[in-house]
């Protein structure tokens, strides 16, 4: 048996969960920042990491007290080492080499993106789980599995032997689908954090409403990129840019966080998402997120094939990262999961989004194994998953 105290900091959510056996969540706490940089429209990396310095200790002791363990009962200490903003990383880190250190208990780094796939092996029977129900298998017979990472950050397809085996299949060549999902809200004026809103928005929409790109990259590829998706809801929502040498006309508006055209200037359009009905803007909504999940599921489907052209075909599908919690990705998935009779493995809401379970949880696996870090685990702000 073990007991693990997880640490996470590495963007925007202060967190600490206690596992038990790499499973059993006995606390899940998360302490987000979002009413900091809410008027940013963004994570601002160094208000993050000052309050990351501010939370982190009082989330642990929070965590520990709904685990109801002794600090000294623990077993290990472990730590989303990467990939992350570096200024928020090394707040996690520095507390998890003091506790492992003071405790005279390993430490154990774990790559936060490796830990968005674990987290659909997770029970949680905390109090705070939306829907306390019990995962039904443990993933190892299910390797080996093909993985989706869909997050703020990474947008990536892995051929998943174990927890902390996976070999890169495909990734975004640009954005993110959580950072488009995030850019797409801004031009949508939906507000912030953008992805959930987004998501809300379009439950209210027709996805039929506009036809938008729906990348490919080629017939074989299996990357991902969103850009060209983004400028297309773009130019939908607000007609294509005016011609550069017009006069500016009081009415014409530029739009925050929109791509630069030319030497400086932003590009200046006769209309923003102000100007559209609720229903106008809902159907743009609906016809970006209905593009953005047709284009991961049609990628999940050519991978398969690859996977069962060159070895065995996957025993499962499993996905992770934030972009996991929405609503028509998850209704798709497990469509997708019936019609090519593969089990579809995906964290409930809550632990889709960063939290520390899936850290400790993770850790239960390299402890096992006896992969273990010394006070010298560098943070590093890009995966180890390329
Ligand atoms: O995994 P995560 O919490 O942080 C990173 O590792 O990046 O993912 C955050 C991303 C954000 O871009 C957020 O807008 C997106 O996940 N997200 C969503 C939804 N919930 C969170 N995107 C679309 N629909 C959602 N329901
Ligand atoms: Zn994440």
Redesign the pocket.
Known sequence: MSLILGLET??D?TAASVVKDGQTLLSNVVSTQHDLHKRFGGVVPEIASRAHLQRLWPVVCAAIDQAKVDLTELDAIAVGNRPGLIGSLIVGASAAKALAWSLGIPLIGID?VQA?LYAAALQDTTAQAPNPTPHPSPLKPLFPALGLVV????TSIYKVTSPIEMKLLGRTIDD?V??A??KAAVILQAGY????N??KLAQQGDPAAHKLPRPMLGPDSLDFSFSGLKTALLYATRGHPLPRNRPRNPSTKTVPNTPRSGRGNKPTFARDASDLTQQQRADLAASFQAAVVDTLITKLRRAIKHLSDSGPRPNALIVG???S???L?RQRVQDFGQRESIPVCIPPLDL???NAAMIAGLAHTKLVIGDIDDLSLPVIATTAMV
């Open positions: 590495s963007c959510e936060h968005h997050s703020g950050g990474h993110a959580g950072e999902y995030d954090p953008g992805g959930p987004l998501d990262g934030g972009v919690a929405n609503s990705l889709c989004v960063d």
